[in-house]
């Protein structure tokens, strides 16, 4: 679900959620009960069960809660700057935000994928897409950092995206909206669209990620993805809407047709027409940004991409008729069971890859598009699920056989057999849940125990706060037959999908701090004996040392106004939990955050000459306020020489 496309839906939504209202009598009675709140009830000093990474949608991050409690422990920053960290704002982190565009300071993330080791999250990396200008990037989960972020070219709205194969091969990622591919000067009305969907490889060691080839699709717009498990793991999945190929009034015009289509694309016959030479190469930029062993951020400008063209490698795509612009498409833990979320459909269709399988073999195709051939869709249905109520979106599952759907228009997640695809249960959420998340509920071993709905709108649950109120997901348990509600929690941001795992996985492996002798940043200051304040024209470099509760210099003089003064400051404790700041009066960014055994830089440009402060932003020890310092700036020209105190400066 995107921000736009729900709002266009709240009108229907808010009319269907009165009347939910008036009939449960307002939202006074607390539907949990005490038993409830033991469940959730974390106390003082105890650990959560399982850390959930919640995209922060259009805050551009990652927020990671603590569940069952429902408690924020991080927010980490990933598409946009975020001054509380300094990501996107000190030198050592301004590339990660680079793009073929340039330097681009927001995108909208929308969702989390853990990686998976044979379908089972294995705590080493979380991706999550950028929904706007295409993007996949990899956070360290030993770091709780942003380590990578690599542009998809070709692909305009990166939104199916970057579901994980089975042993994390590859993050797959579709275009949202149909354009020019590649791109070039056309009439939007009369001009051929079309799409790509784009394989990343994912280096197995490493996890550096790099772009294996495209499969060039027809115009539809492309929603969400899925890859395969077990029998299916050789398979990525792609829901499509506006199959009508319509380019204005979508809400109208891509609602023409009773199916559009979900898209089955085989990897293992991509890679052998990649390998036998079967693509094309289009030219089309995009930047890969990675965090090298100095802990500093660089970017790679990258033009050359491999394309398969359908018709150029046979039985690599096929379509899936599927009704009516499904959404959410989402592979039960066995590999069997593909559900479509036919958002506009009366049905959630459920498709049978045996029987896709046996489909193709027996060539039972009802036609095709662009020479992709649209299999029947009576030979690759599964069942039909009969009243999932209005507008279902997503499914996750428990692994004991039952399916969970979010439902957005009758605000409500609806449980399913797999085995007879009958509704077994319903509850209501508040309000319009997009996605849901099962933890562990898309892979092939759920956790199961919980799901959480990601809501749209919290009207009446929360004080209120202005025209904008919280975002908010809700928990439920599922361990009964019956679902029950246990909790609702704020987010920050919009959270728009979401992954969790047992804590115990990566609770162990957490750094604790960066060893400072190792420390391979070319700007370190390993001592205080060391610092040093370097001027080379315009440019003056200070090395300045961080420590409860100093800072080495803490004076410098011979600055003029109009230098750039890069403050490469570095963090000399080793203990856990004692990082240091850095702030400048009249610096046009953030401060820096910097962990131990850390360098982080800060540029600062003086505008005025006069005597300013600088100091440390994190609350650090009792002496923490007297951690401070200054700098003197004459007017350009000046002859007051360069000096500081420390190491070997002058000032003593
Ligand atoms: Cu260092 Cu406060």
Not at 87 to 102: D, F, I, P, Q, R
Not at 194 to 223: C, E, N, T, W
Not at 291 to 304: F, H, Q
Not at 440 to 447: A, L
Request: proline fraction near 6%; charge should be negative.
């Amino acid at each position: 679900m995107t921000a736009i496309r729900s709002r266009a839906w709240t009108g229907a939504a808010l009319t269907l959620l009165s009347v939910g209202l008036s009939a449960c009598g307002g939202t006074s009675k607390p539907l949990g009960g005490t038993d409830a709140a033991a469940k959730v009830y974390v106390a003082p000093g105890q650990y959560d069960e399982l850390y959930a990474f919640l995209s922060g949608g259009f805050s551009g991050n990652v927020v990671v809660y603590g569940l069952p409690s429902g408690r924020l422990l991080q927010q980490i920053p990933v598409f946009s700057q975020y001054p509380e960290k300094g990501y996107g704002y000190s030198e050592e982190t301004k590339a990660m935000l680079n793009t073929s565009w340039g330097f681009l300071p927001w995108d909208d993330a929308h969702h989390p994928q853990l990686s998976i080791t044979n379908g089972t999250a294995d705590g080493r990396w979380l991706f999550i897409n950028g929904n706007n200008t295409p993007r996949i990037a990899r956070l360290d989960l030993t770091r709780f950092e942003t380590e990578e972020i690599i542009e998809i070219p070709n692909a305009a709205g990166g939104h199916g995206s970057p579901y994980i194969t089975e042993n994390s091969e590859y993050a797959v990622s579709g275009t949202r909206f149909a354009v020019p591919t590649p791109q070039e000067d056309m009439s939007v009305k009369d001009g051929k669209f079309g799409g790509v969907l784009s394989f990343v490889k994912i280096d197995p060691k490493s996890g550096r990620m790099s772009l294996a080839f495209q499969v060039h699709v027809p115009g539809f717009d492309y929603d969400l993805a899925r890859s395969g498990k077990g029998p299916s793991r050789d398979w990525s999945f792609w829901t499509s809407y506006n199959s009508e190929q319509a380019k204005t009034l979508l809400e109208a015009n891509a609602s023409q047709k009773d199916k559009d289509y979900i898209a089955a694309v085989n990897r293992k016959v991509a890679e052998q027409c990649v390998a036998q030479g079967k693509t094309k190469e289009w030219k089309t930029p995009y930047a890969h940004n990675t965090v090298g062993e100095d802990g500093i951020a660089r970017s790679e400008m990258l033009t050359s991409e491999k394309i398969l063209e359908a018709a150029d490698c046979p039985g690599m795509i096929y379509f899936l008729p599927t009704p009516k612009s499904p959404h959410g498409v989402d592979v039960d833990p066995t590999g069997e069971f593909i559900v479509g979320g036919g958002k506009l459909a009366t049905v959630i269709p459920v498709h049978s890859f045996s029987k896709m399988l046996k489909a193709i073999e027996a060539k039972a195709f009802e036609g095709e598009v662009d020479g992709i051939p649209v299999l029947k869709y009576d030979q690759v249905i599964a069942g039909e699920v009969q009243n999932p109520g209005l507008g279902p979106l997503h499914t996750e599952f428990d692994g004991k056989g039952f399916a969970y759907t979010s439902v957005f228009i009758t605000s409500e997640i609806v449980k399913f057999s797999l085995k007879d695809f009958t509704v077994v249960d319903r509850i209501p959420t508040y309000y319009s849940i997009g996605h849901l998340m099962i933890p562990g509920g898309d892979t092939e071993h759920p956790y199961g125990k919980y799901v959480v709905a990601l809501n749209k709108i919290t009207k009446d649950r929360y004080l209120p706060t202005g025209p904008e109120l919280t975002q908010s997901a809700q928990l439920y348990d599922i361990t009964g037959d019956k679902m029950k509600l246990l909790l609702d929690f704020p987010t920050t941001g919009e959270p728009h999908y979401a992954q969790a795992l047992p804590a115990s996985v990566i609770k162990d492996k957490q750094l604790k701090t960066y060893i400072l002798t190792e420390s391979k940043d070319p700007n370190v200051t390993k001592s205080e004996k060391e610092v040093k304040v370097v001027r080379q024209g315009a440019k003056v470099h200070a090395y300045m040392t961080a420590i409860r509760s100093h800072f080495v210099p803490d004076i410098i003089e011979g600055i003029q106004v109009g230098d750039s003064v890069f403050f490469h400051v570095t963090n000399l404790e080793q203990d856990w939990d004692v990082p240091h700041g850095f702030a400048m009066l009249g610096a046009r960014n953030a401060e820096l955050l910097i962990m131990p055994g850390q360098t982080r830089t800060l540029v600062w440009v003086p505008q005025r000459a006069g005597v300013y402060p600088f100091y440390c932003t994190d609350f650090c020890s009792a002496l923490h306020q007297e951690m401070q310092g200054y700098i003197r700036v004459s007017v350009k020209g000046s002859s007051v020489p360069l000096a500081w105190n420390g190491g070997a400066g002058t000032i003593k």
